[in-house]
């Protein structure tokens, strides 16, 4: 089977290089192939009526040797190619084309593969129809090694030559080849070797001027070509009378007008500096890529002058990268501009490309968080294009990464799957500027470093009061108590929600001596010193900005049974709640936050980024008094957060399902019975876009009418309804500009909530203050729905920071996140269920959570149904969802409405039920239920199973199982606390209850 890549019927190229012929005769053309420079040889060159196209793909090679034009290969996925093509515009005329051909292949060895290697001259009207073609068999085939056929179609009979059984024709020596087309009478010949091997045979579909040369893998060791010499195309019989001492004329090369020379010349480096980028410099041989199917670029020469890489696309629809082979380092936390020259016409509506940088490893590994923007669409309008070219230019900020790190240029593009004009793509001078580093400063007194627009909206949080004792100031948030005291330079978090508890110091090097409390509102309260400024944020989050260099030591009084360290970040939560203390280096700087940890032999010291299963050792949990310490420069800062944020809102996490809803959909659809179990359907592809969209400030709806009908139809149906939009993919990193993007959709087209396809990640800060913006001044009650996910943001599991997620209603987690974990996954377990440290409502979409024994429909729903163990939601499009899933959904919110007085519905009746209606009896037992009776008090539990106990103590000792057995009321002493614990054999301990609950 012969495998024709289909681009070659698609691409057109148009533009040229250099000259490289002169007359054989009079009308005639002699391609002179030793007048090539190297980098031409990768460019199409145009003669009058004729273009010679290259196209060396990754494991190919197009070069001149000897005056030959070589093409070789040893990929067995690619080609190269050599494509001649007539001037379809003029009338058709018979043509000889003339060449020597040489094969060149290794012999088979022994252990080879069988088969044989083939080397092609093809020729006809399109390429994958009727063809006409040459195929030549290479040494190697012990039966017909060394032999050509020609095949007088596309099928399988061969005409050998001279119909002999195939006599041996010495291939590694040039062989002469001649082909006569005859356009209007639809016929070709064929002479091999001085031998004519076809007369007058015809092509159903006609035949074209128009000649591929194909070397094509072999499956013998090293590489296979071929290579054409003496090339010379002449218009035969009458044409020759016509053409008869009419010397074509030659080209030039065009030279660029003086505004486009001062487009070419223009970089600014705004003060810093070009970096070395071997492999993509379109000018040179070296510029190497690698392409993926259906996408090539071909070098060409723009007609303005400019040396390029174009691509024309058509109707198909491709999701597809074109990358830089060659990488080169880059620093972490530095400014860069990516800038390029760009010609280009496209529909925008059904199209996006995107041009940035990839980051790898110094071995070459992929690293998450690509950093690209949408490209023009149409250059031409842009009133700065000189001869249609525009300079484009995107800056952006690398990640923190804990190692050095190189990056290659990406090219990505997503063509929609509707009809569209044919993409019209240039690219030239392509370049990477580094920008000087950021200094280490901080202006006026700190204060702006501590405060963030925005706040809660209608959500449960707020900065409840501020107190000052003796230099002791105690500010209390709805989810933390911070105490800051002057006196020891110490901030202490505690937690106020659900269980109350003491959960890190961090004592600080700077005085704390003299702060004075400069603002105090619902959404914050600032402190501030000559040396340091301290914002306490409404979600639990305490900011901390020094003026001079100041370490912190911070130590734990939680345990922690899923914990992570890295990227100057720390995160530390159990089943209860737990901390976060992250930090912020000065953008741009070059440097990073220093820290280390001050305790030795940390179970979860140097785990991998990525690493969303290892949790404490049994026993680990309960070791508090670990410490980490972090070293900040001026400018630099430091957040401590402690979480739950926010009180859980059980009543929305049973009422609002999402699903998505397409353009294709009927609008008199939404009153199918499907969607009464919808409550928030999202517009997944009514707004330009084929991916992220990083092309424009706004989202703008493809049809507008269109969208209003679905909004109203939806609506009526008492859904509620939200667009697609991204702050993670949007073109800026400005929260104003993003913000205002989704104002308008929300007041403009009359959205009641909004989805965001990620959040900024490297400049995370920007995510929150985007989050506090579109919640306090967009959408103060309606839904946010979150999706975010490692692989796509980047960042470590040690950067989670609940305080950010808390201002959205919804996150949607997971996506692409591989693991054979079972239901006890700690990802979903300690962090993305959102239960208990930001508390919005975690939805989970677990397509790669393969821990329960397949991926088959049945064996995805029991993923959906082990994170209600958790107090996760399934997420949307969860298979057998009616069958299976909603009869939990249902029976769960059912026992809410009954029980969910309870402050800790969760612990004790909530969980046992979960594990009841799903099967999976993992996690906890269910936490013991007191009951107060005078000065006795008594102990119950829903835990079911064998070896059901409650254990309990009276002098404020935590239970266990060797505690005293509870068989009856316990009389409670004056003064004394009760703790209880229930144990269950295949569950882990309850949660402890308290009696009398703890003072805050």
């Known amino acids: 089977m012969i495998h024709l890549p289909s681009f070659l019927g698609r691409l057109a190229l148009v533009a040229s290089a250099a000259s490289v012929a002169s007359p054989a005769a009079a009308g005639a053309l002699r391609a002179d192939f030793h007048r090539l420079s190297p980098g031409e040889v990768r460019a199409e060159i145009r003669w009058p009526d004729w273009t010679l196209s290259p196209h060396a793909p990754e494991g190919t090679r197009i070069a001149v040797e000897d005056d030959r034009l070589v093409l070789q290969d040893d990929s067995q996925e690619n080609a190269a190619v050599l494509s001649l093509t007539g001037d379809a515009s003029r009338e058709p005329q018979p043509v000889e084309i003339r060449f020597s051909l040489r094969v060149d292949a290794p012999a088979r060895e022994a252990g080879d593969p069988e088969g044989s290697a083939f080397a092609f001259l093809r020729f006809g009207p399109a390429y994958g129809e009727d063809l006409g073609f040459l195929r030549v068999i290479l040494p190697g085939d012990a039966a017909e090694a060394g032999r050509a056929f020609v095949d007088a179609s596309s099928g399988d009979e061969l005409v050998r030559p001279s119909g002999s059984a195939g006599a041996s024709i010495p291939l590694a020596e040039p062989v002469d080849v001649v082909l006569r087309l005859d356009p209007a009478a639809g016929t070709y010949a064929v002479r091999f070797g001085g031998e004519e091997v076809l007369a007058g045979a015809t092509l159903a579909g006609g035949v074209e001027p128009r000649l591929g040369v194909f070397s094509v893998h072999t499956p013998s060791r090293g590489r296979a070509g071929i290579s054409l010499g003496d090339l010379v195309i002449e218009p035969v019989g009458d044409a020759d009378a016509d053409a008869a001492g009419a010397a074509p004329a030659w080209p030039t090369r065009a030279e660029p007008r003086p505004e486009l020379l001062s487009l070419l010349n223009d970089v600014d480096l705004r003060g810093g500096r070009l970096v070395e980028t071997p492999g993509f410099d379109l000018q040179d041989e070296g510029a190497e890529f690698q392409f993926q199917p259906h996408l090539y670029y071909w070098p060409v020469r723009d007609e303005a002058g400019i040396t390029a890489w174009r691509s024309e696309v058509e109707k198909e629809w491709i999701g597809r990268h074109l990358y830089s082979l060659r990488a080169f380092p880059v620093e972490s936390n530095r400014r860069y501009v990516v800038s390029a020259l760009v010609k280009s016409r496209f529909d925008r509506a059904n199209n996006e490309i995107d041009l940035g940088l990839e980051m790898l490893t110094m071995n070459h590994e992929r690293l998450p968080a690509e950093r690209v923007a949408g490209l023009p669409a149409d250059t031409a309008s842009d009133p700065d294009n000189v001869d249609g070219w525009v300079r484009w230019e995107y800056a952006f900020v690398t990640a923190n990464y804990d190692e050095p790190v190189k990056a290659r240029f990406i090219l990505r593009h997503n063509i929609g799957y509707t009809d569209h004009e044919a993409i019209d793509l240039r690219l030239a001078q392509v370049k990477l500027i580094e920008l000087p580093v950021e200094p280490h400063a901080v202006e006026g007194d700190g204060s702006d470093l501590v405060t963030f627009r925005g706040g809660p909206g209608n959500l449960p949080m707020a ?30 978090a505690r937690q106020r929600i659900d269980f109350r508890r003491d959960l890190f110091d961090a004592d600080l090097s700077l005085p704390l001596a003299g702060l004075q409390l400069v603002r105090h509102d619902d959404t914050v309260a600032v402190l501030r010193n000559e040396h340091l400024a301290i914002g306490v944020q409404c979600d639990g989050m305490a900011a901390v900005a020094p003026l001079s260099p100041m370490a912190v030591l911070a130590t734990a009084r939680i345990g922690g049974a899923f914990n992570r360290l890295g990227r100057g970040s720390v995160y530390a939560g159990d089943d209860f709640g737990g901390f976060a203390i992250n930090t912020y280096p000065v953008i741009g700087s070059g440097t990073t936050v220093d820290f280390e940890p001050v305790t030795s032999g940390l179970w979860f010291e140097g785990l991998a980024r990525n690493d969303t299963e290892t949790m404490a050792a049994e026993g680990e949990a309960s070791r508090p008094g670990w410490q980490i310490r972090w070293d900040l420069k001026p400018g630099e800062r430091i957040f401590l957060s402690g979480f739950p944020c926010r009180p859980f809102d059980w009543e929305r996490s049973f009422s609002e399902h999402y699903q998505l809803t397409h353009r294709e959909n009927e609008v008199e659809g939404y009153d199918d019975p499907w969607y009464d179990v919808v409550d928030v359907l999202i517009l997944w592809d009514f707004h330009q876009r084929s991916w992220g969209m990083a092309f424009a400030d706004n989202y703008t709806p493809y049809d507008a009418e269109l969208t209003q009908e679905h909004i109203r139809a939806i609506q009526a149906e008492g859904m509620k309804v939200m667009p697609y939009n991204s702050a993670w993919f949007h073109r800026t990193r400005d929260p104003e500009v993003w913000v205002e993007s989704a104002r308008r959709m929300v007041e403009d087209e009359g959205f009641e909530g909004m989805y965001s396809d990620g959040l900024p990640a490297v400049e995370w800060l920007v995510g ?225 209850a308290v009696h009398p609950l703890p003072e805050d």
């Open 463 to 492: 900065v409840e009061s501020v107190e000052e004792d003796g230099g002791v100031f105690t500010v209390r948030t709805t989810g933390v108590k911070f105490t800051i005291d002057t006196d020891a330079g110490r901030i202490a």
């Open 768 to 992: 929150y203050e985007e989050m506090r913006m579109l919640r306090e001044g967009v959408l103060p009650d309606g839904p946010i729905r979150v999706h975010d996910s490692l692989p796509q943001s980047g960042r470590h599991v040690a950067e989670y920071a609940p305080y950010v997620y808390t201002y959205a209603s919804t996150t949607y987690q997971a996506e692409h996140v591989s693991t054979d974990a079972g239901p006890g996954w700690p990802w979903v377990r300690y962090v993305i269920n959102s239960w208990r440290q930001s508390n919005a409502i975690g939805d989970i979409k677990g397509d790669k959570w393969r821990g329960f024994g397949g991926d088959t429909p049945e064996q995805q729903t029991r993923s959906r149904l082990a994170g209600f163990i958790w107090n996760a939601r399934p997420g949307s499009g969860a298979p057998n969802y009616m069958q299976d899933v909603k009869p939990v959904w249902d029976a769960l919110e059912a026992d809410w409405r009954e029980h969910g007085d309870d402050p800790f519905y969760y612990d004790r009746h909530y969980l046992p039920l979960a594990q009841e209606l799903t099967g999976f009896r993992i996690g906890r037992a269910a936490m013991p239920i007191v009951a107060e009776d005078g000065d006795q008090v008594e102990l119950s539990t829903k835990a079911t199973g064998d070896g059901v106990a409650i254990r309990y103590t009276l002098d404020g000792s935590e239970p266990t199982a060797a505690s005293a057995a509870y068989d009856g009321p316990v009389a409670l002493p004056e003064g004394a606390t009760l703790k209880a614990v229930t144990l269950a054999e295949g569950l882990e301990p309850s949660a402890v």
